[in-house]
């Protein structure tokens, strides 16, 4: 039921796509969904469904993340959201202000005025809205099917993207200026990517097997890969780190850090997921100390050539 057709994703068959919420490697929560729906539409009960123990405070995205209400909905639960935006340009074409933009000058203006009258006259409604969310008596997706479908919202609809456009300008503006602000969603953007690939290969292994015929297992299955992609994150953070550790104990040069600090935990070039497997029954341990020396001769070697 899940399954549609996408050129985009799954060129002439049909396909799910898989959202992933990831903190800076570890993936904290996974959903399915069809092809034909919208990203955007899922981010608020993406991050509301984080049941980890780490904490959520920004995130971003893509274009697809975009929504009309999605800065607004993430600012009331004290999430500030940071999208990556493809064209600045374009996006500063529609950067609103609290006065007349004819008050400004200079290269970069507003180009429309914001309505606080509406938005103060549906404060109650806005408050509503958010609190069902909040609450989860709604999803944001049916949530936003009903503000666009029925016209007695339309004024509610049109408050609630008027306060978004204060949130939306101002991280516009921010994004012009502030070239750290860019570079940081860039290196979270990338993180996201890695994990992209890696999840992808884990569910290419015997051919699919993690897909189901219902909504509910390829939840299971979304989770499954999520599972095994942070152990294998894990098992590589946890031996770079010990490296890392010693090569600060030891005074290593800045140089080698820095050559060092590039070699991103989300790898698996050195795993195998195919093959014949067997079990020990005992209770060894695996010998991280002995895959930690040979790494660091590695290093030394790559370090003098």
């Given at each position: 039921?899940?399954?549609?057709?996408?050129?985009?994703?799954?060129?002439?068959?049909?396909?799910?796509?898989?959202?992933?919420?990831?903190?800076?490697?570890?993936?904290?929560?996974?959903?399915?969904?069809?092809?034909?729906?919208?990203?955007?539409?899922?981010?608020?009960?993406?991050?509301?469904?984080?049941?980890?123990?780490?904490?959520?405070?920004?995130?971003?995205?893509?274009?697809?993340?975009?929504?009309?209400?999605?800065?607004?909905?993430?600012?009331?639960?004290?999430?500030?959201?940071?999208?990556?935006?493809?064209?600045?340009?374009?996006?500063?074409e529609d950067i609103g202000s609290a006065r007349d933009?004819?008050?400004?000058?200079?290269?970069?203006?507003?180009?429309?005025?914001?309505?606080?009258?509406?938005?103060?006259?549906?404060?109650?409604?806005?408050?509503?809205?958010?609190?069902?969310?909040?609450?989860?008596?709604?999803?944001?997706?049916?949530?936003?099917?009903?503000?666009?479908?029925?016209?007695?919202?339309?004024?509610?609809?049109?408050?609630?993207?008027?306060?978004?456009?204060?949130?939306?300008?101002?991280?516009?503006?921010?994004?012009?200026?502030?070239?750290?602000?860019?570079?940081?969603?860039?290196?979270?953007?990338?993180?996201?990517?890695?994990?992209?690939?890696?999840?992808?290969?884990?569910?290419?292994?015997?051919?699919?097997?993690?897909?189901?015929?219902?909504?509910?297992?390829?939840?299971?299955?979304?989770?499954?890969?999520?599972?095994?992609?942070?152990?294998?994150?894990?098992?590589?953070?946890?031996?770079?780190?010990?490296?890392?550790?010693?090569?600060?104990?030891?005074?290593?040069?800045?140089?080698?850090?820095?050559?060092?600090?590039?070699?991103?935990?989300?790898?698996?070039?050195?795993?195998?997921?195919?093959?014949?497997?067997?079990?020990?029954?005992?209770?060894?341990?695996?010998?991280?100390?002995?895959?930690?020396?040979?790494?660091?001769?590695?290093?030394?070697?790559?370090?003098?050539?």
């Amino acid at each position: 039921m899940q399954s549609r057709f996408s050129i985009k994703y799954a060129g002439k068959g049909t396909g799910i796509s898989i959202l992933s919420l990831l903190s800076n490697h570890a993936v904290v929560n996974a959903k399915t969904i069809g092809l034909n729906e919208y990203e955007g539409h899922k981010l608020y009960d993406l991050i509301l469904g984080n049941k980890s123990d780490i904490e959520i405070n920004f995130v971003t995205g893509d274009n697809h993340s975009l929504n009309p209400i999605n800065f607004v909905g993430l600012d009331s639960i004290d999430v500030g959201y940071l999208p990556s935006i493809k064209n600045i340009k374009e996006a500063a074409e529609d950067i609103g202000s609290a006065r007349d933009p004819s008050c400004y000058g200079g290269v970069i203006t507003p180009k429309v005025k914001i309505n606080k009258n509406l938005i103060k006259a549906n404060k109650n409604w806005i408050i509503r809205v958010l609190l069902s969310l909040l609450l989860q008596e709604n999803t944001q997706d049916i949530l936003m099917r009903k503000l666009s479908t029925h016209a007695r919202y339309a004024r509610l609809n049109a408050a609630l993207y008027e306060y978004n456009k204060i949130f939306k300008s101002t991280h516009v503006l921010n994004l012009i200026d502030d070239i750290k602000l860019r570079q940081a969603i860039k290196s979270a953007r990338n993180r996201t990517e890695s994990y992209h690939y890696l999840q992808g290969t884990i569910r290419q292994i015997y051919y699919g097997i993690f897909k189901g015929k219902r909504i509910v297992d390829n939840n299971v299955s979304a989770h499954a890969v999520r599972l095994l992609a942070n152990k294998i994150i894990s098992y590589n953070a946890t031996i770079l780190n010990i490296i890392y550790e010693r090569l600060i104990a030891t005074g290593a040069s800045k140089s080698v850090i820095d050559n060092f600090i590039r070699i991103s935990p989300v790898a698996w070039e050195h795993l195998s997921f195919t093959g014949r497997y067997n079990f020990t029954k005992d209770n060894s341990i695996m010998d991280l100390e002995k895959i930690v020396r040979f790494l660091e001769e590695k290093l030394g070697k790559n370090t003098k050539h």
